[in-house]
């Protein structure tokens, strides 16, 4: 049975303010998730808000689609309804920041970006670097557990999340953690949530431990004729006391793109990144012994760069897939976790596929973390759909005989309806389906995105 959004309008209306609910044709479309648009979208600016909302789209029997800055909603399968988005671009302040404390507490629609601009003021930052930050919201990122290179170093998500307060499919508000680092025996209540792609509830607001600013940053990128000469330097650093921010493996196209960015005097091969923050003499000793390492490992060249250079470059890599030609959504984006060992393994992999199927795309790898995330666009002419599943299935496969496992974290709607964005479910799927059971029992919450359909 439908929903009454008919009724369901004007109860938002009363909630939000009738300018913040909208049913506008462009309005929808823009909220669209792999093809399906929602009926109405939604404003709301409090905790209270959002609670009212989840809790009168519950009567109404609607299914929610929580959206924050857009920049991980290629992630999961084509949602199985999507009734009412609930756009949170109005909680986007900071509710604390304790600078003494090395703590903040922000809304879950505040963007790291701007956080970022403001901890920088007291030379603090909370660090992540996913993909899209300038746009990404903090809900976001929790809700699709989001991360980038310098997880080599700082961790993940999971690492830097103190508490958070989230609102259920049926209105009800929650709240996991708080303020300081051992605050709670029993279970960690936040780790339920990241990654959950909104499917629990939606996250309204959070708060993470801070580190101080580095003093200085550098980078140095060695550029090889081969992967196996990247690989194992990668392997020397490992098995060292070398301690990297980053380390990133970039495939030919990749370098090809970053080469302005990078101030490469050389645009073939295959580069290796490493980022070195703290004081400075520590950076300027690890600089000198990064630059040895590269070069006894036979690069073609070596290039270093430092303080808001460095930055720069880091960004570039981070958004690398931004600077592909041609327009994103024909592309296919998918993130390969694989044993650390395997890394350089599974980049090869990746990069051969697209060569067999003709594919254009980039390919970069977090050298210490086991991440390989690869970007694939059909070449001009070649059936898109039929070449890009045969591929991906390949590379799936590949991944699995390497003990890891493939996500799309962003494809056309076409090639989602033919390859699982996920995956087989694994031995805890079951334990993932009582949970969905017992905090969103209708099935409201982004329904149909996550694994096995949740």
């Keep these: 049975m439908r929903p009454d959004l008919t009724g369901l309008r004007g109860r938002l209306e009363t909630i939000v303010g009738g300018a913040r609910v909208s049913a506008d044709p462009v309005e929808v479309v ?21 609670a009212a909302v989840m809790a009168a789209c519950a009567e109404a029997g609607a299914a929610v689609v929580p959206w924050g800055g857009g920049t991980s909603m290629g992630l999961g399968n084509p949602p199985a309804r999507a009734d009412v988005a609930v756009v949170l671009e109005r909680l986007n302040r900071i509710v604390d920041h304790d600078a003494a404390n090395l703590n903040v507490t922000v809304e879950g629609g505040a963007r790291l970006g701007e956080l970022e601009v403001v901890l920088a003021e007291r030379r603090q930052h909370l660090p992540l670097d996913p993909p899209g930050t300038r746009n990404a919201t903090l809900g976001g990122l929790l809700a699709s557990d989001g991360s980038g290179p310098a997880r080599l170093l700082y961790g993940t998500l999971r690492d830097w999340v103190l508490g958070m307060r989230v609102t259920l499919s049926d209105g009800e508000q929650i ?17 339920l949530f990241i990654g959950s792609l909104g499917t629990l509830g939606i996250i309204t607001e959070a708060t993470f431990k801070l580190l101080p600013l580095p003093a200085q940053r550098a980078s140095v990128i060695g550029l090889f004729p081969d992967l196996g000469k990247a690989a194992k330097i990668v392997t020397k650093v490992l098995d060292s006391v070398l301690l990297p921010e980053a380390m990133e493996f970039l495939d030919p196209g990749a370098v090809s793109l970053l080469t302005p960015p ?56 981070r958004d690398v897939f931004d600077l592909l030609p041609g327009p994103a959504a024909g592309q296919v984006i998918c993130k390969v976790a ?110 149909g995105r996550f694994l096995g359909g949740i």
């Excluded at 823009?30 to 959002?50: F, H, K, Q, Y």
């Excluded at 950076?283 to 720069?312: K, N, P, W, Y």
Aim: charged share 20%; proline share 5%; glycine share 12%.
């Design 262 to 317: 990078l101030g490469l005097t050389a645009s073939t091969g295959y580069g290796l990144a490493v980022a070195l923050a703290g004081s400075p003499e520590t950076v300027g000793r690890q600089v000198r012994d990064f630059s040895d390492l590269i070069r006894e490992g036979q690069a073609s060249s070596t290039t270093t760069l430092a303080g808001a250079r460095s930055i720069q470059a880091w960004r570039a890599i």
């Design 175 to 191: 709240r996991c953690g708080g303020k300081v680092i051992k605050n709670v025996s029993g279970y960690d209540m936040n780790k």
């Design 30 to 50: 823009r909220r669209a998730v792999d093809g399906v648009s929602p009926w109405l979208t939604v404003r709301p600016g409090s905790r209270d808000e959002v």
């Design 338 to 447: 694989v044993p650390i060992s395997r890394t350089a393994e599974m980049l090869a992999a990746a990069e051969l596929l697209a060569r067999q199927h003709n594919l254009r795309g980039a390919m970069t790898a977090h050298a210490g973390s086991g991440v390989v995330r690869a970007c694939y666009s059909h070449s001009e002419g070649a059936p898109p759909g039929e070449v890009l599943v045969t591929a991906l299935e390949g590379l799936r496969q590949v991944a699995e005989a390497a003990e890891g496992s493939l996500v799309l974290q962003a494809a056309p709607p076409a090639v989602k309806r033919q390859v699982d964005a996920w995956g087989k479910p694994g031995e805890g799927f079951d334990v993932m389906r009582r949970l969905k059971s017992e905090f969103d029992p209708r099935g409201l919450c982004n329904p």
